[in-house]
């Protein structure tokens, strides 16, 4: 079992709150459905587009909805809704550090196990190593079942601005070696492809791809302005000397060819390590 290294100190507001339903239909690539135990992420990425999807105006990342009926309301919806892939970690990360006493996560997985749907997880957190038991218990029932962990940099400094909160990216990459070598599919979702992800990419792909990682989607940074206005200020902070190049590198038509480039780079590493590359949004 993984050692979780990472320690949070991180204060926010916590409510209890009941849902009035728990599964939605999804037009996400190759998933049926959307499932949230959380209204909220508590990880914090500045330049997560979920507060924007979601019409939230609290600050983002400073508040966790826990939707305390989920795996009851779970349960009465898998037996009257037609049965098809549920994605969790769509909008909200399933395995925020509250969850590891909450439990609401590994409650509907077992609600969905149950019912045998099948289920694809994404997250940013070592977390779900915790429930690697029911993970298991998916496949020894023939029943779809994935991980994919989003892996944006192993740089320290980058990953503290973009995802203050989630597990350190090596112990991530642990995770998804430890989900692997129990024998469950894992991929990576490479994004937010920044500007100084050339300088981490070769490593970045021999590292997903020695956690057995066979299977990458990538994205650019694609921020609207209030987004920018976030991770501006993140950069602000942690690292100061690199605001000039980010919005040169986002925001202008000499800037932006820095991501042809990374695309390319990304997809002839991949190559290399005999993993698929695709654009997790169509071709940009
Ligand atoms: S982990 Fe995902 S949902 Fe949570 S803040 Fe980051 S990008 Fe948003």
């Not at 980058?158 to 909160?165: G, H, M, Q, T, W």
């Not at 991530?172 to 981490?200: L, T």
Request: proline content about 5%; aromatic content about 10%; charged content about 30%.
């Amino acid at each position: 079992m993984l050692k979780t290294k990472s320690f949070y100190i991180i204060a926010f507001m916590l409510k209890f709150v009941d849902a009035k339903s728990i599964l939605t239909e999804t037009k996400l690539p190759g998933l049926d459905y959307s499932l949230n135990p959380f209204r909220g992420c508590t990880i914090g990425c500045p330049y997560c587009y979920s507060p924007d999807v979601l019409r939230e105006t609290r600050e983002w990342g400073k508040f966790l909805d826990v939707k305390e009926n989920a795996p009851q309301l779970l349960e009465k919806e898998l037996r009257t809704k037609k049965r098809g892939l549920i994605g969790i970690g769509t909008v909200t990360d399933g395995y925020v550090q509250a969850e590891r006493e909450l439990k609401m996560t590994r409650r509907c997985l077992e609600k969905i196990l149950e019912a045998g749907w099948p289920v694809s997880i994404q997250t940013k957190s070592s977390l779900v190593v915790r429930d690697l038991d029911l993970l298991k218990r998916f496949k020894e029932k023939g029943l779809e079942v994935e991980v994919g962990f989003t892996i944006t940099t192993l740089d320290p400094r980058v990953s503290a601005v973009l995802e203050p909160f989630a597990s350190p990216p090596l112990e991530r990459i642990a995770a998804m070696k430890e989900i692997h070598d129990a024998g469950i599919r894992v991929w990576c979702f490479v994004g937010p492809i920044y500007p100084g992800f050339d300088s981490q990419c070769e490593e970045l792909v021999r590292r997903i791809a020695g956690a057995g990682c066979d299977r990458v989607l990538s994205h650019r940074f694609a921020l609207h302005r209030t987004a920018w206005a976030r991770v501006k200020k993140a950069l602000e902070e942690k690292m100061p000397e690199q605001v000039t190049e980010w919005e040169h590198t986002l925001f202008t038509e000499e800037g932006k060819k820095f991501f042809d480039t990374a695309y390319k780079q990304l997809a002839d590493a991949c190559g290399r390590y005999h993993i698929k590359h695709e654009f997790a949004f169509g071709k940009p």
